[in-house]
């Protein structure tokens, strides 16, 4: 197998067999599936060009590289913008392992010849790589050896990593996380979390508003407000739009207030309502966690008519389940199930078979009752009311359960 | 109209009431407020108070008692390369928004990382035996045995890091730490001579009679490596970097940063202050801290005969938090350099690395408490000498690091920067050199 780390530093001789200079990098122009390597940078103490066309290298020896034209003819490397550096640009950094679904650090890259071409065609992330970096892999076979242990060769192939790429000016360029979009938002939760801030940034401008805040609602609350803390405020207004409002708010309550109120300046006034509605209700209680999103439909209608409505509200998953039948003030007179509403016969009054006992909680309940409640009467929705009891939103169970869970199980364990 | 509503089983542990609605508003939650503001305490100022640990009481301790306020001017040029070294430190942060070891392992390779990544365990692995050292000794003024406090420490630890909610016990051992405010108000107490004071603080003086030149280049740079530590450098930034600060925000980072330096380095001034008035009066006696009664003897002024008593609180609470946090930190950022698996949650199989380091930085640091004999300020003084030893290291890494264009752009180092950086650099390798020849040759210079 032949690695980006035997180049390094290899001697780079003429055409009449004399040292002229040692390998700085390898160049190669992404494509798919395989990058290939197009041209050379040079560490040379004559007046060489920095980087030079790989077509002026004989292939070979990889610790020893020959140049087949003179010197003299050596002329600059002209780079495109999508040749990156090898050393330089992905070594050592972090990259996305997209069938692992997870981040991991370039230990080495490997290479391959095919038709007459050097092909980037995988990355070793494991301690054989390092070894090879500090240049002990014998020893490492060695002590494999005498102890008996396999020192695992982990070798990830370059069409199943996103590479990360973040320099100020690859970020400008967008490079396109493909691979990484068509990932579950909680995957990419997860491999945003172990990324740091600048290589986060290049993955949420890559991403659609919609895919950035699912991600988003799946990220810990720290990693939340790291993020929407680093992007501007016209995107961090677009993404939190995207969220549920009980998300959305609870994400704005973290941030200083300076921040929180430029952003909500820079949503649409629909959104920014729900928004700073929710915010005025204390963290810790049913007002906080609930959301704005539910159906409410009034009485007169029958189940047909309930149900074009569904469709024309196109509810979240989350707030579909449960229909709520309010008079003109708001207040609650009963819920259906949405299992009621498609069993009941098309021409029926919702009133006549509504659920009339409702059970609702008051704004100011603590989450833990309000999550009681919902095991005891085993709901996904607890519609939350005022002191008039007028509907002000609902609880639905994935926000109850992260009440209830040990805090230790939602902690994540970066808090250096 | 109002609906009938559903009443509810009174047994139940959510009672819902006749109208169907819960009838247990939340409590008031009075210190959701002081959480909240310790919470958002910038990393500098954190990161300024864990510099105050028990290397730095013992160092500031010994160096008051031994040389009275003369080396007091020291701590000028130490404020101006705290603050420069952490400006250049949280300014990688905020705009890379990585950390130092992985910003390390980006730009040099990984030969220079398995190197930062040995000077960094070891010059941690020193300032946890001082937590240590500080531990067995806090706890052994309130009467618990050496072999009980440093296992008890230990385990404690283990068991709040790997299971526990470390968040609020890191809150509690902050404020404890708090309590070396005390220095300030009992220096106040002593009424010494203010005027001789001023003039310590601005007039340099190396002079240092009844201690050897080796002795001396010793405590100046144990006095230097306390004040700024590699760690605080490390934990600086990845505390910035979690934080998520924005490039925009910058000012206000600077900000957080000189305000922590100028409270650490004025809290550092005053305990050397307060020990050259009350463990020094007699002016230059050059007999240094050699125990925690003597260490303690300092607050006499303000707490009387709870003086021991409020010393170890301090100590304790100081020690635990930063021995908790090293080994951690440590383990973190050496394991995300090398791409090794890294957190708390993972099995040791699955990590490893991770567990290794912390366990075994943890096993390290309180065993060397448990040989009978260890000199608890010895230990204690003698590990930040260690660190100011191993800064220039990290320092050079910084400077390099705060100098790449490519990283840093427009927001790189300015000439006077570098000359600072620099010039502190070269003075704890000057120093650190006047100690090899002064152990070598000990008859060289008196």
């Known amino acids: 197998m032949i690695f980006l780390s035997d180049f390094l530093r290899a001697d780079v001789i003429d055409v009449g067999q004399r040292r002229v200079g040692s390998v700085r990098d390898l160049l190669v122009r992404m494509g798919d599936p395989y990058p290939v390597v197009v041209a050379l940078a040079l560490r040379s103490s004559r007046k060489l060009p920095d980087v030079i066309d790989w077509g002026a290298v004989r292939q070979g020896e990889s610790n020893e590289l020959a140049l087949n034209v003179a010197t003299t003819a050596l002329k600059e490397y002209q780079a495109t913008k999508d040749v990156i550096w090898l050393a330089r640009d992905v070594l050592d950094k972090q990259i996305v392992d997209t069938d692992g679904r997870r981040v991991v650090r370039v230990n080495d890259l490997q290479l391959q010849v095919s038709a007459g071409n050097l092909l980037l065609v995988g990355v070793d992330v494991g301690a054989r790589g390092l070894l090879r970096r500090l240049g002990a892999e014998g020893l490492g076979k060695r002590v494999s050896r005498l102890t008996g242990r396999n020192i695992p060769q982990r070798l990830i192939s370059w069409d199943a990593v996103d590479p990360v790429h973040s320099d100020e000016e690859s970020v400008k360029l967008r490079i396109s996380h493909r691979k990484l979009a068509k990932m579950h938002p909680a995957d990419i939760a997860e491999i945003v979390e172990q990324l740091g801030g600048r290589d986060r940034d290049a993955i949420f401008q890559s991403l659609d508003d919609e895919i950035a805040a699912d991600t988003l609602e799946e990220s810990s609350d720290e990693v939340q407000a790291q993020i929407i803390a680093r992007l501007d405020d016209d995107r961090a207004a677009d993404i939190l739009e995207a969220m549920a409002p009980d998300e959305a708010a609870d994400i704005l309550g973290d941030l200083p207030e300076e921040r929180r109120e430029t952003i909500i300046a820079a949503m649409e006034a629909e959104e920014a309502e729900d928004v700073e509605e929710l915010l005025s209700y204390e963290e810790d209680t049913a007002g906080g966690l609930m959301t704005t999103e539910f159906v409410a439909v009034p009485a007169g209608l029958t189940a047909e008519q309930t149900i074009d409505k569904l469709r024309e509200l196109e509810p979240d998953a989350e707030s579909i389940y449960y229909v709520y039948v309010v008079d003109d003030d708001e207040h609650l007179l009963g819920v259906l199930s949405l299992r009621d509403l498609i069993v009941a016969k098309p021409l029926t009054l919702i009133t006549d078979f509504m659920i009339e006992r409702v059970v609702a909680v008051p704004l100011d309940a603590r989450p833990e009752d309000v999550a009681a409640v919902m095991a005891k009467y085993n709901f996904l929705a607890v519609p939350v009311v005022d002191d008039d009891d007028r509907m002000q939103g609902i609880v639905t169970i994935d926000d109850a359960m992260d009440t209830v869970m040990p805090a230790a199980v939602r902690r994540r364990a970066r808090t250096l | ?446």
């Open chain 2, 1 to 446: 109209m109002k609906s009938p509503r559903q009443s509810a089983a009174g047994r139940a542990r959510a009672a819902v009431d006749r109208a169907g609605r819960l009838r247990q508003p939340a409590p008031p939650r009075r210190l959701a407020g002081l959480w909240r503001f310790l919470a958002v305490l910038g990393p500098g100022i954190i990161v300024a108070n864990a510099g105050n640990d028990a290397g730095g009481i013992f160092t500031y301790s010994n160096t008051g008692a031994r040389y009275g306020t003369s080396l007091l001017w020291a701590f000028i040029p130490i404020l101006i390369c705290l603050v420069l070294t952490q400006e250049m430190v949280a300014r990688l942060g905020t705009v890379t928004g990585k950390g130092l070891m992985d910003l390390i392992r980006e730009r040099f390779g990984v030969r220079w990382t398995l190197f930062a990544a040995v000077v960094v365990i070891v010059a941690n692995g020193g300032t946890t035996i001082a937590e240590f050292a500080g531990v067995a000794g806090g706890l052994g003024l309130l009467g618990v045995g050496r072999p009980i406090a440093v296992i008890g420490a230990a385990v404690l630890i283990g068991i709040v890091v790997l299971r526990g909610n470390r968040r609020v016990v890191e809150r509690i051992f902050l404020a404890l730490g708090l309590t070396f405010v005390s220095y300030i108000i009992t220096a106040l107490t002593v009424h010494p001579d203010w005027g001789a004071i001023g003039t310590a603080a601005v007039v340099p003086s190396l002079a240092h009679p009844g201690v050897s030149t080796g002795a001396f280049a010793v405590d100046l740079i144990a006095l230097v490596g306390t004040s700024i530590t590699p760690y605080m450098q490390l934990f600086l930034q990845s505390s910035i970097v979690d934080k998520g600060s924005r490039v925009q925000d910058l000012s206000l980072v600077r900000a957080d940063v000189v305000t922590g330096s100028i409270f650490a380095v004025v809290v550092a001034a005053f305990i050397v202050i307060t020990t050259a008035a009350t463990l020094n009066p007699g002016g230059l006696a050059g007999i240094g801290v050699s125990s925690p009664q003597q260490a303690a003897q300092a607050l006499e002024p303000l707490a009387g005969i709870h003086a021991e008593q409020l010393f170890a609180l301090g100590l304790v609470g100081a020690s635990l938090l930063a021995a908790a946090v090293l080994p951690l930190s440590t383990a973190f950022v050496v394991c995300e350099a090398f791409g090794a698996e890294r957190s708390v949650q993972s099995s040791f199989a699955d990590a490893p690395l991770f567990f290794t380091l912390f366990i075994g930085l943890l096993v390290v640091g309180a065993g060397v408490m448990l040989f009978p004999g260890v000199s608890i300020a010895g230990i204690a003084i003698g590990t930040q000498t260690l660190d100011g030893i191993l800064l220039p290291v990290l320092l050079i890494f910084i400077l390099v690091l705060a100098n790449d264009k490519r990283l840093l752009g427009e927001r790189r180092n300015g000439p006077v920067h570098n000359a600072i950086g620099i010039a502190l650099a070269g003075t704890l390798i000057l120093l650190t050199g006047v100690l090899v020849v002064a152990t070598v040759f000990p008859g060289l210079a008196g």
